[in-house]
């Protein structure tokens, strides 16, 4: 089941539970693993999760910049020790999220989104913020985005998918969905996840994909649309202005 996480994830604590790791910088131009841990209110390192879209945790790393967006799922040692495998880093800052739902104690049922910073180490050169659109391209797909959310209101999104100018109707289950959205704010990277509202039957989802965005700041947030056809994950980005 898909749960509104709350809180813009920009904190390493939450009721109790803390996001800990002796990880504070990687290098870069080559693959890392991230190596964590959530402790509970006790103190002592969480290791009952509830599954979640199909996963116990789920982790992303983005830069301050909001590229190299990355979505993975990490596997967890027997002490709770988290290690999430990454592709290579470029220089800069990048703030690490885990997405998570204890299983036991205080906060059980409760949906959490903890983060770190890590410094990748090099010469960081920032990339600007493409400007607002309503579509984009990726791996030969056309995104296009449909709705105007205001901050800290509901308000509905409509994902349209196409390639070669025709409507994709092959989109395959990806975590329980068919297409997973993730967004990030411009100049504190704070983090939404934007919840999937369309029912899964089978592989032939598309072209209309419905969301949930609930985006609690105004400004331009970077979308991250993660979707699946073929057995090859497919992700687009664009950024959204909120008003």
Not at 157 to 167: E, F, R, Y
């Amino acid at each position: 089941m898909d749960h509104m996480a709350s809180g813009n994830g920009l904190s390493a604590s939450q009721g109790g539970y803390r996001l800990a790791s002796k990880d504070t910088t990687l290098l870069s131009g080559e693959q890392a693993a991230y190596r964590f841990t959530v402790t509970g209110p006790d103190g002592k390192p969480l290791t009952d999760f509830a599954v979640d879209q199909t996963k116990r945790m789920h982790f992303y790393a983005i830069r301050s910049d909001l590229t190299g967006f990355q979505h993975v799922h990490p596997t967890m040692a027997a002490d709770g020790t988290w290690s999430a495998d990454l592709s290579t880093l470029t220089p800069g800052s990048w703030r690490m999220f885990a997405s998570f739902t204890p299983n036991t104690g205080t906060g059980k049922g409760d949906d959490f989104v903890l983060s770190r910073t890590v410094a990748v180490s090099g010469n960081a050169v920032k990339t600007p913020l493409p400007a607002p659109a309503t579509s984009t391209q990726a791996d030969g797909y056309t995104v296009t985005v449909r709705g105007e959310p205001m901050a800290g209101m509901a308000h509905p999104l409509t994902v349209s998918i196409a390639k070669a100018g025709k409507p994709v109707t092959d989109l395959e289950p990806y975590l329980d969905t068919y297409a997973h959205l993730t967004a990030f704010h411009e100049g504190d990277a704070a983090f939404a996840h934007l919840h999937p509202t369309t029912k899964v039957s089978g592989d032939n989802g598309g072209p209309d994909l419905s969301f949930h965005a609930e985006l609690p700041t105004s400004g331009n947030w970077r979308l991250f649309l993660q979707f699946q056809t073929g057995g090859k994950l497919h992700t687009a980005a664009l950024t959204l202005r909120v008003g």
